[in-house]
């Protein structure tokens, strides 16, 4: 066989060969009037459908053309298109020029506005570390979900964008209920919320929708020291960035329909109020309505943005806009565990007695909710080197109705027969409502930004005053319903309703209140400085100091002392770039902190007693390591880190008297790896792809735990992929597919000595979309869970997620 081989690479390389003389290339540069390279236009033959993309430097190949005339194509998003004819001779390279009409200043205008190769890349961002860092200058790991990519996937909802981050995995549904109403996430094993807009408070108790979102940060590990505690968590943040005014008229109105009786009409319209264009104003609106997947349930609700821009003068801006949220909805599926998994008779979610699409309701268990954000910010130039900005934030929540959720009952403890034992075929409804519940944030942040130097060393420096008060005036309260058998036929579930149990709180006290009163304030300040070393090293360190004053207040029946705490949050980071702008490797420390209030600690004079004792901070540290890529042209970014978190001072039950007393030398240990990367590898295909491992463990906590992962940890394994290709212009323009997907391994929602271990399992979703895009219009069309999976999510619930759905749109844009 290896004689035949010499011959068989002859025989191929002289079948290449007359390829070869049988084709031709064309090659050229394309530039602006003004002589400057035009990067990253589109250069392609119209008749074969062929083509490629001019680099940096203009410059464009296309190989292997068939000799023959052919019409030559240059165009770009927002420019008017180039022809001109060719004559391509077999085994010669023919060179064809373009100037464009368009001077380099407007022509990066319109690549900024339309679509870049990379189009998914990350930017620099002004909030990640509150100045304008470029991802290889920050130290800092964090991913950015661009409107681009959020238009490809018809994402309606922030929930949707979340899933194109690694490392973040959706725990619990939405509820609306003020208070506590807002999705949940996980990132690096610890729980977290969607707390922040444009870098400072804008809470959302809903469903989120995405009508105003411009783009979607995601950063990761202990925040703290820029941001504070009581809007992050351990392992990171989600920042959504806004939609601004815009100096000309324009905008797009769309409808969408859908599966679950889904409908979507939504507007995005700018204007210029001033012939000078100082006053820009802006609506983002949207109303939504989808039912479900199982037989009862819907949701309906209402968006605004209004966004207000006013430009007095070259130095001065003043941005006043709001987020307005109503929706009267209809809780998503939970079920709680309140028997160990051994009296369930089961481990996992899939072997359990429970109908998938049943809801084991009948109609108008819903509940109202609003969210109202105002928010104004004034930036002013003081001078080359320093800006100002002053932001005022005001956040208010609301929610009024019925929250039904359930947990499985074992058969023995229904019948009372010990026989029975060991398997769940019943079913306890019950309720958890809000009355009327509100809570409010008000914050005052005051940046000073100076980008200066010191002899040779460049300082980009933020100095921050920062003031956030809390209010909190919640009341939950809720009964058990019922008790009922699980998937008997024609067991009338509907009796569970608006009309029977709004009868039932009527006829008597419910089985519990929980009221939730309390007042906080928060003054901090805060200094962070990147100081350039060298060209290619730079150190990055900052500090809060944090006074935080609880005014005391009310939780369930118990009254929540008043009591003051100071905290100092450091970070530090280096960056040092070995290839500039190309390759940066870096490390970080990083730290967050809770205000735990007070707790019952061992009383020795009385062990039975307890002494009441104010907690100190509880802590969390990170160390972190890693590499970032930005190579080709920008066409590869990437981002590889390992982190380490470790929390201390955890309350935990005291071994002396641990039915009264509590000890607060805890200690839970989080490390990981994270991988991230987003490519444009040829013209027209882009790709997103993360992975991330976690490893979560209690190493000094309750006997019940010790040794064991939390069971709020998520999935130790996540990944995510999306991947678009759009036709070059000159085939069918506009056209374009994605297709992508989310893996998680098993997740334990149950993990303890007492409770035994629960998981659900692991679960691949895949989703597509095709889209055909226009000057004037945009046609969309979306799949989800495109096979159909039967999947759960979960924060020591049991939550079913949706099946497949078909969702289409149409987009007119003026």
Not at 2 to 19: D, E, T
Not at 125 to 148: A, D, G, I, R
Not at 275 to 304: C, D, M, P, V, W
Not at 651 to 670: E, F, K, N, W
């Amino acid at each position: 066989m290896h004689k035949k081989f010499p011959l068989l690479l002859f025989l191929i390389f002289n079948s290449l060969m007359a390829v070869a003389q049988h084709n031709g290339q064309i090659t050229g540069r394309v530039i602006t009037s003004d002589g400057k390279a035009a990067p990253f236009v589109s250069v392609g033959i119209k008749e074969l459908g062929m083509g490629q993309i001019a680099d940096e430097g203009g410059q464009y190949r296309i190989n292997r053309v068939k000799a023959g005339s052919y019409t030559l194509l240059v165009s770009a998003v927002g420019l008017e298109s180039q022809e001109q004819v060719v004559t391509v001779t077999p085994g010669q390279i023919t060179r064809v020029d373009f100037t464009l009409q368009e001077n380099a200043a407007r022509l990066q205008e319109v690549m900024i506005a339309g679509t870049k190769p990379n189009k998914f890349a990350k930017t620099e961002s002004p909030y990640v570390s509150k100045m304008p860092l470029k991802s290889l200058e920050n130290p800092q790991v964090y991913s950015v979900v661009t409107k681009e990519l959020l238009q490809e996937q018809l994402v309606f909802t922030a929930d949707e964008a979340v899933r194109n981050t690694p490392g973040i995995q959706k725990m619990w549904e939405a509820t609306g209920r003020s208070g506590d109403g807002g999705s949940y996430y996980n990132s690096r094993g610890f729980i977290m919320q969607s707390k922040l807009r444009n870098g400072i408070a804008g809470v959302v108790t809903s469903e989120i929708d995405a009508i105003n979102l411009e783009k979607l940060e995601v950063i990761k590990g202990p925040s703290a020291t820029l941001f504070g505690s009581a809007l992050t968590s351990y392992g990171g943040l989600l920042n959504r960035v806004t939609k601004k005014p815009y100096e000309k008229l324009g905008g797009e109105v769309t409808a969408a329909i859908g599966s679950y009786d889904f409908k979507r009409i939504s507007a995005d319209v700018n204007t210029p109020l001033d012939a000078n264009k100082k006053i820009l104003f802006r609506l983002n609106t949207a109303y939504n309505h989808e039912g479900s997947f199982q037989n009862e349930g819907f949701n309906k609700s209402f968006a605004a943005a209004p966004s207000l821009l006013y430009k007095p003068t070259d130095r001065l801006s003043i941005h006043l806009d709001a987020e307005l949220f109503s929706s009267r909805n209809t809780g998503k599926q939970a079920f709680f565990f309140y028997f160990p998994a051994a009296a369930l008779g089961a481990t996992r979610a899939d072997e359990l007695n429970v109908d998938y699409k049943n809801s084991y309701t009948g109609s108008g268990l819903s509940h109202q909710s609003r969210s109202t954000n105002l928010f104004g910010q004034i930036n002013y130039k003081l001078s080359e080197s320093f800006t100002s900005s002053t932001n005022f934030t005001s956040s208010h929540s609301f929610s009024d109705g019925f929250s039904p959720y359930f947990y499985l009952v074992p058969d023995d403890v229904f019948t009372q027969n010990p026989a029975d034992a060991g398997k769940a075929n019943y079913l306890a409804r019950a309720d958890q409502s809000t009355g009327n519940s509100r809570s409010s944030m008000w914050e005052v942040q005051q940046n000073f930004n100076g980008d200066f130097k010191i002899g040779a060393l460049r300082n980009r420096v933020v100095i921050g005053l920062d003031y956030l008060r809390t209010n909190s005036n919640d009341n939950f309260f809720g009964s058990i319903y019922d008790m009922v058998p699980l998937n008997v036929a024609d067991f009338d579930y509907s009796t569970f309703n608006r009309t029977t149990l709004g009868a039932k709180y009527a006829s008597g006290a419910p089985d519990f209140t929980y009221p939730i009163v309390n007042k906080t304030d928060t003054y901090s300040m805060y200094v962070s400085d990147v100081l350039d070393l060298t060209q290619n090293l730079s150190l990055l360190a900052a500090l809060r100091v944090d006074r935080y004053q609880n005014k005391g207040g009310k939780t369930g029946g118990e009254t929540m002392q008043q009591f003051d705490q100071t905290a100092l949050s450091p970070k530090f980071g280096l960056v040092f770039q070995p290839v500039k702008d190309k390759i940066a490797v870096f490390a970080n420390y990083q730290n967050s902190f809770n205000n735990k209030g007070t707790y019952n600690a061992y009383n020795a004079a009385n062990p039975a007693e307890g002494l009441p004792t104010i907690a100190d901070l509880e802590q969390a540290n990170q160390i972190e390591g890693g590499l970032k890529l930005d190579a080709l042209a920008g066409k590869l970014q990437g981002t590889i880190s390992y982190y380490d978190i470790r929390v201390k001072n955890i309350l935990r039950a005291d071994l002396r008297a641990p039915a009264v007393a509590s000890i607060q030398d805890g200690t839970q240990l989080s490390k990981g790896l994270e991988l991230e990367l987003i490519a444009n590898p040829f013209a027209g295909f882009n790709a997103v792809a993360g992975f991330s491992y976690n490893y979560s463990e209690y190493v000094k906590a309750d006997a019940d735990v010790n040794g064991r992962r939390p069971a709020t940890a998520s999935s130790p394994y996540l990944a995510n992929f999306w991947l678009s290709y759009r036709l070059p212009e000159i085939a069918i323009k506009g056209l374009g597919f994605g297709f992508g997907g989310n893996y998680a391994i098993d997740n334990k929602i149950l993990n303890s000595v007492s409770m035994g271990e629960f998981e659900l399992p692991a679960y691949t979703i895949f989703n597509a979309t095709a889209f055909l895009e226009r000057a004037k219009y945009r046609v969309g069309l979306k799949i989800d869970n495109l096979t159909n999976e039967r999947y759960w999510i979960g924060y020591t619930t049991m939550n079913p997620q949706k099946l497949r759905s078909v969702t289409g749109s149409v987009t007119w844009k003026f």
